[in-house]
């Protein structure tokens, strides 16, 4: 285990309208608010034709493969990840949320794109005095958090 201490700075609440695009409009936020490092938590709606990953083909091979999931129809969405810069200095998402309909739940990392339907909320909690950063890994290709 590693890790670093911080501290909680400014509190977001942010509000993305019908077809903004997750990641994405997040990080270009962060980046726009000056916030490196921080926590978030999203709650709504996300679009048809959304895409997440939903595991990789086989937990063994390195790098490893994802396994890719395009959502059929609106979903309920919760999410939560984090926000940390990567070797350049810009904010990067990672977040895993669970979309379900109908009774049926899928669950991955939105890192392929997701987008708002109708409304999606997004509390973002910056961390501060903190050094955190994602690096990235030469045996996953990932760009891992480097506490």
């Known amino acids: 285990m590693k890790y670093s201490e911080g501290k909680i700075g400014r509190v977001f609440v942010i509000k ?67 926000l940390f810069p990567n070797s350049e200095g810009k904010p990067v998402l990672h977040m895993h949320a669970a979309l379900g309909r109908e009774g049926r739940t899928h669950t991955g990392c939105i890192r392929l794109g997701v987008e708002a339907w109708l409304v999606t909320e997004v509390i973002l909690l910056e961390i501060i005095n903190n050094t955190a950063q994602r690096v990235i890994d030469p045996e996953t290709g990932f760009e891992l958090l480097e506490p």
């Open 16 to 82: 993305f309208e019908d077809g903004d695009r997750l990641p994405e409009a997040l990080e270009e936020f962060a980046a726009d608010h000056n916030v490196l490092r921080g926590t978030c938590i999203m709650v709504g709606g996300i679009a048809d034709g959304s895409k997440i990953v939903v595991g990789p083909e086989d937990g063994n091979v390195r790098p490893p493969v994802p396994i890719p999931f395009e959502i059929s129809g609106a979903h309920e969405v919760a999410g939560v990840g984090t």
